[in-house]
Structures are given as structure tokens and as C-alpha cells.
């Protein structure tokens, strides 16, 4: 059942729920057009209440989609991938025809291996599959929720580091086999962070998981070894079916996610066929 925002001084944003805890469409807005307080606030809303929320037929230049991240937060600059030519704050995301992988074929919250992660992220789909090529969310707050009470009393107590050990492994590895661009300073260092394991967000004050398959190495003060079974058994909960959305891209879509409730997987099935996608990312700040 769709809901009506509605407002004295525009057209309604109609919300469109795909999944009852996790994404939603909106309708009613031309992103090519600022946006005025009232409608940024509609969608701040709307995305910390389905975690991801997906626009329909918008044409953007680069610099109206710089405008409309812009509204919710300055952009990261991303220390690993490559950008849109012209554009640094604007990362490239491309798989070409002959391409065997994707960038983003794991679950995972994006750049958690940063002291203060991003708050989320605005992807723009530029050229896409005929099929294929979706793009899936889980919810990470009815990941936690749906837990037992006595191991969400454990994991309140723990933290987890995060780094970009695997990311990198993966990369090297693929280097000849994706045309994403990976910066050569990338490799420079392993970048590491430690964060809660049950991040209370700032948004919407509801406790989530923040683990994910790329970047959680293991729990702090355990081993590897320690941490992959609890890891394991914390991810998969978190992917099961009921706590994911699907997205299916067209070109001129958009997806905005909350990157502090959710991880995402980018499906890696449309060989023989190319994919450009435009992403910014919005700044985040600490987590509480």
C-alpha cells in the first residue's frame, strides 16, 4: 500500500513500500530540480524508515546529482575506485561486455573500514543490462530485532574490526577482469576501523547490526578463527529472504541507501552485456 506526503507548495511524494521494513519508491519528485527543506526532509524520512528508497526515470547531469547529494551531506571522495572523468566526487562504476566480475558482488556496508563510515550512498544507473544487474538490500535493524535476547546481549557488548584486506586481495585478483578503475595508491595500506558489532543509529535511534561479509575481519579481542562462525551465522541471518529487497535498474533510477542499517549485493549476472552506474557518497558521523 502506497502513502501520500503530502504539502502545501508542491506536487505529493507518493511512497511506494517494496518490502514492509526495507525499501520503498518515491514518486512526485524531479531530482533535476533543487529540492526545497520540506522535501529533503521527506525523504531523510522516508529513508530512515525503509532504509532504501529508489526514484524512477530521473535525468541528471553530474553536477544536479552533486546538488542533490549535497542536501543530506558533504560527499566522500573514494580512496580506492575511480571517478567520473571531470568529476573526483562522483565514483565510475563500469563492467564492460567482456568483464567476468562486478565491483560489490559480496554483502557489505560501504567503506566500514573507515573511522567514521559513510552515511550512505546515491547510485545512478547510466546504462544497464536488458536483465540482470540487480542490486539487493538487507535490513539490518530487523536483522538485529529477530534475534534471540541472549545473544543480542552478547553482541551489545562487542565490537568488531573492519578492514579492506579481502577488498584488496579482490582486487589484485580481478585486476584483468573488471574495468572498474582501482587507484594505485589503493594498495598503499590496509586501512582498518573498530566498530560497535550493534550500531545505535543516529537517525532513527533503532539499535542494527553493523557487520558485513567484505569488511568485518573479526570481533576485537578474538581471533579470526573465534570470529567466523558467530560471523557466518550473523550474516546469513541478516540475508535471509524476509530482511532483503530487490532492485530491478532501468536507466535514469536511482537508489539512495542508509548505509548505517543496511548492506547491499550487487548481482553479478549479465556477462555479455555492459553496466555504468554513478555513485556518490554522502559523509557520515560517528556512530553512537
Known sequence: MSAMI????RQPIEVRPLN???????????????????AVEAVRDALHRYK?????????????HLDFARRFGSIEVNPIFGHVPGQPEIMLLVKEKEDRHNIGEIWH???SFAPVPPMGSILLARQVPPAGGDTLWCDMHRAYETLSDGLKAVLRGLRAVHNNRGQLERAAARANETSTEVRPTAFAKVREAIHPVVRVHEGS??????VSDAFTWCFEGWTREESLPLLRMLLDHATRP?????FRWAEGSIAFWDNRSTMH???????????EMHRITVNGTPAA
Open 109 to 111: 556496508s560501504d567503506m
Open 52 to 64: 532504501v528508497v529508489f526514484f524512477r526515470d530521473q535525468r541528471l547531469t553530474p553536477e544536479q
Open 6 to 9: 503530502s504539502s502545501p507548495h
Open 242 to 246: 524476509e530482511n532483503v529487497v530487490r
Open 20 to 38: 514492509p521494513t526495507i525499501g520503498a519508491e518515491l514518486h512526485g519528485l524531479d531530482l533535476s530540480q533543487p529540492l526545497d527543506g520540506e
Open 265 to 275: 549485493y550487487a548481482a553479478n549476472d549479465y556477462h555479455g552485456h555492459r553496466r
Open 205 to 210: 535511534g533503532l539499535p542494527c547490526l553493523f
